[in-house]
C-alpha cells in the first residue's frame, strides 16, 4: 500500500508515518499544506492520503474533493480535531472514506487507513452514527442557514454580516426569520444556543 500524509504539523506526519512503516505501508509523501498535497497526489498516485480539515492554504475538504475527483479507488482518510458532527456528513459528503479524530490512538487511525484501502467509496467513522442521527434530527435547517447560524456569534452586525456572505440584508432578514422560526427562538443570541445545543455549531 502506498500512503500520503497531509498534515501542516510535523509531529503528527511522523507518528503516521512511523506506525505506517512498521506495518510494511510505502509512505510515498507528506504535504504540509493544500498546494503541496494536490502536487504529490498527482504524481505519487497513492492507495490512501490521509488528510487534515485545517491547512495553512486551505480547507483539507478540497484535497478530498479533489483526489476522488480524480481517483474513484483511492483511499481518503481525514484525520482532524475538528470532530463535530457537521464536519463529519461534510467529509462524507465530499468523498472521503473515513474521520478520525486527532484525540483517537494511532492504532484506530491504521485501522482507517486499512479500510479506506479495503473499502474507499464506503464511509466509517465511530461518530458517524450520532452524527447522521443529529443530521436527521435537526436537518430542518439547510446548508445556508447553517452557515448563517455559524456565523452568528462572531458579533458583527447586520451589515458587516451581510456583506461578508456576499448577500443583502433583506436577504440576511429572511434568512434569519426562517432559523429562527425553525429552530423557534426569538433573536440572535437564541440562536446560537439552541444551534450550539443541537450540535450544528461548534461550543
Known amino acids: ?17 512511523n506506525i505506517a512503516r512498521r506495518e510494511g505501508i510505502d509512505v510515498v509523501g507528506e504535504a504540509e499544506n493544500k498546494e503541496e498535497a494536490i502536487a504529490l497526489i498527482a504524481a505519487t498516485t497513492p492507495d490512501v492520503v490521509t488528510v487534515d480539515l485545517s491547512l495553512p492554504d486551505g480547507s483539507g475538504l478540497e484535497i478530498v474533493r479533489f483526489a476522488r475527483r480524480n481517483d474513484r479507488k483511492i483511499g481518503i482518510v481525514v484525520i482532524s480535531i475538528l470532530d463535530d458532527d457537521s464536519n463529519l456528513i461534510a467529509c462524507m459528503n ?9 484525540t483517537a490512538n494511532l492504532e484506530d487511525i491504521l485501522s482507517a487507513i486499512y479500510s479506506a484501502s479495503r473499502s474507499p467509496l464506503s464511509f466509517t467513522s465511530k461518530g458517524l452514527v450520532r452524527a447522521v442521527n443529529s443530521r436527521v434530527f435537526r436537518g430542518a435547517l439547510t446548508p445556508r442557514e ?42 440572535r443570541s437564541g440562536a446560537v444556543s439552541e444551534g450550539k445545543r443541537r450540535g450544528l455549531i461548534a461550543n
Not at 94 to 102: D, L, Q, T
Not at 179 to 187: G, S
Open 1 to 17: 500500500m502506498k500512503l500520503l500524509i497531509v498534515d501542516d504539523h510535523q509531529i503528527v506526519r511522523e507518528g503516521i508515518a
Open 94 to 102: 465530499a468523498g472521503a472514506s473515513g474521520f478520525v479524530s486527532k
Open 146 to 187: 447553517i452557515e448563517i447560524l455559524s456565523k452568528l456569534s462572531s458579533g458583527l452586525k447586520g451589515e458587516e454580516l451581510a456583506n461578508e456572505l456576499f448577500i443583502t440584508e433583506s436577504t440576511l432578514k429572511t434568512h434569519l426569520g426562517s432559523i429562527y422560526r425553525k429552530l423557534q427562538v426569538r433573536n
